[in-house]
């Protein structure tokens, strides 16, 4: 069963060339800036989506998202 989220105005997530869409970037630009953790995602299996809320705060501080958030923030490790 698909859902179709095109009629939900105010999604809970977004893909993540979606977010990077919204600010400014190209897909692969959106991708690489998830990476690094300049956008928040949650991975569902092989899907990564970006929660709409913590994105949307992002983007309405004025914040840039390639702008880390103030304080520390934990750094991915690779195997």
Same mark, same amino acid.
Do not use: C, H, W
């Given at each position: ?10 999604? *809970?997530? =977004?893909?993540?060339? @979606?977010? /990077? %869409?919204?600010?400014?970037? $190209?897909?692969? *630009?959106? =991708?690489?800036?998830? @990476?690094? /953790? %300049?956008?928040?995602?949650? $991975? ?9 809320a913590a994105w949307d705060k992002i983007l309405s ?19």
């Open positions: 069963m698909k859902i179709d989220q095109t009629a939900d105005k105010n999604p *809970s997530m =977004y893909s993540v060339p @979606e977010a /990077g %869409e919204m600010a400014g970037l $190209s897909r692969n *630009s959106a =991708y690489a800036a998830a @990476e690094r /953790g %300049e956008i928040p995602t949650v $991975s569902f299996g092989r899907l990564l989506r970006v929660p709409a501080e004025g914040r840039s998202p390639l702008e880390p958030p103030s304080g520390n923030r934990p750094r991915r490790l690779r195997a």
